[in-house]
């Protein structure tokens, strides 16, 4: 066999594999130049994977990125930054190219049916159960609102996470990690920022304010300033009513992933979260979070309690997430972003539960 005939099979494997993946991150790949897909594939350098469900870029022969895992694509910061001066036109590029989205894929929009995308300049990929809604190509939004390319230097076009780049004609990351006022990341947390969102990962060694905040206690930013406090005072709210596990998830899937802090949750019928598995597409969306452990007490203070991803492939553990128990009755649950377009599940209040939960 020729080199060329062995390259021209590399390509055709490598095209199936890239093309055959599902995540919900990215799921379709959009290139408008052949050329570009031709550099794709000549570029890859190593650890591709039967399965290729996200693009992740290393610094070495191992992924640096927390979502990088062995079934991921890997590729060399060399062929990162080759790849980015041939593809600018590409949109959803992450400036520092740990993670790379393309056009017609991040953001994106999850439904029951095509109907809820927008009706003339969106496409719609059909999956078993729900649809995936992303712009057209030339378009720029979430497969709901999308707007014609040429309109972005008048007209804010970019979802939440991006800015526009006028001179090279895309939607960029932007990195909230650099600027103190677009994240709520306190002290004790290190910032990471990823595609169209960043992250709060808690770091237990750090003070707050040079103050060790107690087990009863989290580091909030209270009148402009971060201290020390019981989160059971200082929350939002958020109403669960239509984030019940009993709900089947129908039109526009909703998402808890822009949600950053404290919150409580109120509602006629509902005011915790929901514990154990749920099932897919439930509580508005397509793989919802729920507990996988109890709630704490009063009196145990700040505890991390797990949660469980309820995927398509079935439920899996993920994680863990700061709860604490209130004295007037009431439970918060602490938020610090997520990779996925999902939510959080919440329980119905029950008869014997009223004792423990009331609204104050």
């Known amino acids: 066999m020729s080199f060329s005939v062995f390259l021209l099979n590399v390509r055709l494997v490598l095209l199936r594999k890239v093309l055959s993946y599902a995540s919900p991150e990215c799921p379709v790949l959009y290139f408008s130049r052949i050329m570009s897909f031709v550099l794709l594939l000549e570029n890859v350098l190593s650890c591709v994977s039967p399965e290729c469900p996200l693009l992740c870029f290393c610094n070495g022969p191992s992924c640096v990125s927390p979502e990088c895992v062995p079934s991921y694509v890997c590729f060399s910061r060399m062929f990162c930054l080759v790849f980015l001066q ?29 109907s809820f995308c927008n009706t003339t ?19 720029i939004g979430n497969g709901l609102n999308c707007t014609r390319m040429a309109f ?34 306190s002290p004790r947390e290190t910032c990471i920022n ?7 990962v808690p770091n237990t060694s750090a003070l707050c304010s040079g103050t060790a905040c107690s087990s009863n206690q989290d580091c ?32 526009r899937f909703i998402t808890d992933r822009y949600n950053f802090g404290w919150f409580r949750y109120v509602g006629r019928i509902t005011a915790s979260l929901k514990v154990g598995a749920v099932g897919t597409f439930k509580c508005g969306s397509l793989e919802p979070f729920s507990l996988g452990g109890d709630h ?11 949660i469980i991803s309820n995927l398509l492939t079935g439920s899996v553990r993920a994680g863990s997430i700061p709860v604490k128990a209130c004295a007037r009755g009431y439970y918060v649950y602490k938020y610090s972003g997520m990779l996925k377009y999902d939510v959080y599940c919440t329980g119905k209040i029950s008869a014997g539960s009223c004792t423990k939960i009331v609204f104050t």
């Not at 036109?89 to 992450?94: I, T």
């Not at 780049?165 to 994240?183: H, Q, V, W």
């Not at 704490?296 to 797990?306: E, F, R």
Request: charge should be negative; charged fraction near 20%.
């Open 296 to 306: 704490p007490d009063i009196g145990d203070g700040i505890k991390s309690v797990p």
């Open 86 to 114: 041939n593809v600018s036109h590409l949109m959803f590029v992450s400036p520092e190219c740990s993670v790379l989205c393309f056009s017609r894929m991040c953001p994106i929009l999850y439904a029951k049916s095509c």
């Open 121 to 139: 300049n969106s496409n719609c990929e059909a999956r078993v159960g729900y649809v995936i809604c992303t712009c057209k190509p030339g378009f």
């Open 152 to 185: 972005c230097d008048i007209y804010k076009c970019c979802p939440d996470g991006y800015t526009w780049d006028a001179k090279n004609k895309l939607c960029a990351d932007i990195n909230e990690c650099l600027t103190p006022t677009l994240n709520k990341c």
């Open 220 to 251: 909030l930013k209270i009148n402009d300033s971060f201290q020390c406090a019981d989160p059971c005072d200082y929350y939002d709210l958020l109403n669960g009513d239509n984030k019940l596990s009993s709900i089947e998830s129908t039109g």
């Open 194 to 200: 990823r595609n169209g969102i960043y992250l709060c």
